[in-house]
């Protein structure tokens, strides 16, 4: 006869036990698939014979090990009712039920859509079910839960904007996808998810629900992973939607998916821009970004710029962010440009969308949002600092990209109508930069005007009253950006885009010379502590989606 308390201890034991040795078990599978062994009878005996739990589990696991060999101990147990063992999927958010990755389903037939400034209604996107299945009460109460979270929100003169044939409505959507090789490389981040909720194609089907049901015009998702990159643009291709897609440089698998509803835009110009830069410390990682310069079919005078990019991770290197920052306005700067003025360069509008892995009020928000920032003297993470202080000079100046954000030669052919203008960056995409420091182009201006090897400050004069700064130990921009969510509602309480060791926001939509009428809602952090863990049943990815609905003003044919 068992005593109770052994017993009661191997049934608490063997489940932290499978749980925790499901890993091990995953990496050997000719253990793992060994399912006529009962573990908790192997368990209990070894409770019995050992002096303590730790014991008992190691002997379990090496029972496990050397039964994969002796048939033995098969026989040993043939006498006791065989329990195989079954991979079984917990998660925090639904009391530790055992699902089926199979249970999630998605009708096909999605909406047609139009762009609206009316919030998108349509009951057949809801999560709807294989036939004779019934969802779970706690996969419908997630869902409810998510639903109740996020709505289209009219704000400023979108709750009585009239109708006019002088206003062009768009609407622009942003998610990080979370790329599923990231998620399983990094798995030891998502070991207290359900683990049915991580599977693509349960994910996939999520993702492309809510991200077709906000019907919008323009479409930016971050960690797209290549290689699934066909079979996710199949529904987007049947609503009419084109595509520009650029990978994260080097060994990356994933980047960045821009979408635009070909009945609606042509595309005038793009740019895939790169941020990694050979022989520059501060520029080595593979972040990109994807600029487009779109026009209105049925006003093509009326164009628009939009851009998304994914920023380095790493919390602690915002110096980095910052640089990145650098060449992605510089790049904005030279597509967005229309002609200069006497009150200025004239630009186009500018929506600028993605994960930017910084939380607002930072160093980078600030330089995005104010248009300014003095990085000299400050720490890596842009804060005050007594050691280690950042030098005058972020990016080198042989990149050619001022401390207005500008490229050199772009911005010496406008002012004296002379040189090719060309941008100084490499890009595996086009080579190397056309033209070097002895090119015909650069040869037009003193030789020694920029001198690439000298990282103190420069100020040289381009033309009357134009001049430009190297190693300055600060950064402007042209640009007003500001950003669609003011990241705090009216409680005082902070808004949220994903979890971080805690929740936080690092998911943005900026804009320039449009106006905002709508946003996609986004719960406060205390809200999206009933959410659990994402992925779950509801959210398709570690992010939440971010959204906003523009009135782009027309412009008259000249």
Sequence with gaps: ????????????????????????????????????????????????????????????????????????????????????????????????RPCDASTVNFKDNLMNHECTSSPPTNPDLNLNLQENTTPTSDIRRALQNYKAMRSWKKVGRGRSLPSSEANFVIRLFSYNILAQYLLETHSYLYKHHNQCSLEWETRKKLLIQEILEAQATVICLQEMQEDHLNEFLKPFKEHKYNHLYKKRTNDKNDGLLLMFRSDVFDLIEYENVEFFQSGTDLLNRDNVAIIVKLSLKNSPETQIVIATTHLLYNPKRNDIRLGQTQILMAELERIAFIKNTSRGPKYHPIILAGDFNLQPKSGVYKFITEGSFAYMGKSRTLEQADHRRLSNSLIPPHLYVTDSCQHFFILSKRLRNRGEGNVMLENSEKGPPRGSRDSSDQNQFKRNEVDVQNRNFQKIQISDGHHVKFGSGSLTHPFKLRSVYSHIDRNGQDEATTHQDGWVTVDYIFFSEVELIEQYTLPTQKQCKALATIPNHAIGSDHLSIGATFILRKKLRQ
Excluded: W
């Design 1 to 96: 006869m068992i005593p109770v308390t052994p017993l009661l201890t191997a049934i608490t034991v063997t489940r932290t036990f499978r749980r925790n040795i499901d890993v091990i078990l995953f990496h050997c599978k000719k253990v793992y698939h060994m399912t006529t062994i009962p573990l908790k009878h192997l368990l209990i005996k070894n409770l019995n014979k050992e002096a303590s739990g730790v014991e008992a589990l190691f002997s379990t696991y090496v029972d496990l090990i050397e039964s994969n060999a002796s048939e033995s101990t098969h026989r040993e147990f043939q006498k006791s009712i065989m329990e195989p063992y079954l991979k079984t999927c917990y998660g925090s958010s639904i009391n530790h």
